[in-house]
């Protein structure tokens, strides 16, 4: 997939976790069992807006990481 036009999601240490084109899906689940789907656009390659909120990719992952929500594409 061509970086300029996808957002990459890493882990807490920088690994690729996967891609999806910019405007793409990604899904979280959870704990309590509750599952909400939200739309990613790629603001640069280490900046994505995620369900119309800004985040810094490696902080958004760290966030799903401390609150235990598991997310990936659609």
């Given at each position: 997939m061509s970086e300029k036009g996808s957002i990459c999601f890493v882990d807490s240490r920088g690994k690729a976790l996967f891609w999806i084109p910019d405007g793409g899906m990604i899904k979280q689940c959870f704990g309590n069992g509750d599952?909400?789907?939200?739309?990613?656009?790629?603001l640069d390659h280490e900046n994505t807006e995620i369900d119309g909120r800004q985040w810094n990719n490696r902080q958004f992952v760290e966030k799903m990481e401390q609150n235990g929500i598991c997310f990936f594409p659609v």
């Amino acid at each position: 997939m061509s970086e300029k036009g996808s957002i990459c999601f890493v882990d807490s240490r920088g690994k690729a976790l996967f891609w999806i084109p910019d405007g793409g899906m990604i899904k979280q689940c959870f704990g309590n069992g509750d599952e909400h789907y939200a739309i990613c656009r790629r603001l640069d390659h280490e900046n994505t807006e995620i369900d119309g909120r800004q985040w810094n990719n490696r902080q958004f992952v760290e966030k799903m990481e401390q609150n235990g929500i598991c997310f990936f594409p659609v």
